[in-house]
């Protein structure tokens, strides 16, 4: 009989509200695929530390795939990455297919079951001073990239779904900002890649309901001993800290949002 094993691939996963849902889910015991900006970025996940092995058959795997580059990135057959299990391998892997890691093992398969879009980006002036190319860069990591991330990922998923026994979700880390009435100046760029992603998010859900595959999106305010908003203008920092003083959360708290939500089945 066939045993199947779960795999979640997480986008922003080397540092911040990334790295904490990937010490979460891996703790609980899910295969990770962490997907970074660079192989620099990559080389900075490592088991110990980003990564726990707490399952007989769990692998884990990061890859490095550039979100500001899209829709460019979405042509490459396959990427730099590190496979960490049963030995650290580095090489070039495609962004789903997770075949190889049942190369050894007949009886077991490794299929997608959580999709976390994390990677975010935040801008550095108001939007009058704001380069269109950087504009683009906001707008390809923060919302486009995430589109591309999801259709694949339900794709996959599709092609699996009769034989799993996960659940199948997809959860995109959007912003209070792109989800309530909040104005913040010198975050007009980033406010509306976020409120994008919030309505995508919405939309999607309702579009793939009858493939029983689910849709959430999660909304952070101010997250604690993350770099998101060192990136706003000295003034957009000082208000967003007045307003959101008594809603900080921590990376740890979002991961566990996280594991809530794909853990409800």
């Known amino acids: ?8 691939l997480i986008t922003g996963a080397s540092r911040g509200i990334g790295k904490a ?5 891996s703790r609980q015991g899910l295969s990770c695929i962490c997907v970074a900006s660079s192989k620099e970025s990559i080389s900075h996940i490592c088991l ?10 769990q692998r884990h795997r990061s890859l490095a795939v550039d979100l500001a580059r899209w829709p460019q990135w979405l042509s490459q057959k396959s990427y730099p ?11 070039f892997f495609p962004l789903l297919d997770t075949r190889s890691w049942g190369v050894e093992q007949a009886d077991v398969q490794y299929r997608l079951s959580l999709l976390v879009n994390c990677a975010g980006t935040t801008q550095s002036s108001i939007s009058l001073r704001t380069d269109p190319l950087e504009a683009q860069r906001i707008m390809n990591i923060n919302f486009m990239s995430s589109i591309s991330m999801c259709n694949s990922t339900i794709r996959s998923m599709i ?20 989800a309530s009435d909040l104005v913040i100046p010198g975050t007009s760029v ?22 029983g595959i689910r849709v959430a999106s999660i909304c952070p305010g101010l997250v604690s001993k993350t770099d998101m908003i060192k990136g706003l ?3 957009a920092q000082t208000k967003l800290k007045e307003i959101m003083k008594s809603k900080v959360s921590t990376p740890e708290e979002i ?6 939500i794909y853990s409800r089945h």
């Open 1 to 8: 009989m066939t045993h199947i094993e779960p795999v979640a």
């Open 21 to 25: 849902i990937v010490q979460k889910l």
């Open 48 to 57: 110990g530390d980003h990564l726990s092995v707490t399952r007989k058959h």
């Open 81 to 91: 990455g590190i496979d960490y299990l049963p030995l650290i391998q580095e090489g």
């Open 159 to 178: 092609r699996s779904r009769t034989d799993s026994s996960f659940p199948l979700q997809i959860i995109n880390v959007s912003s209070v900002l792109g």
């Open 190 to 211: 980033y406010t509306a890649s976020k409120a994008a992603l919030s309505h995508y998010t919405k939309v999607l859900a309702q579009e793939i309901l009858p493939l």
């Open 233 to 235: 203008d000295q003034s």
């Open 255 to 260: 991961a566990s949002q996280v594991w809530a």
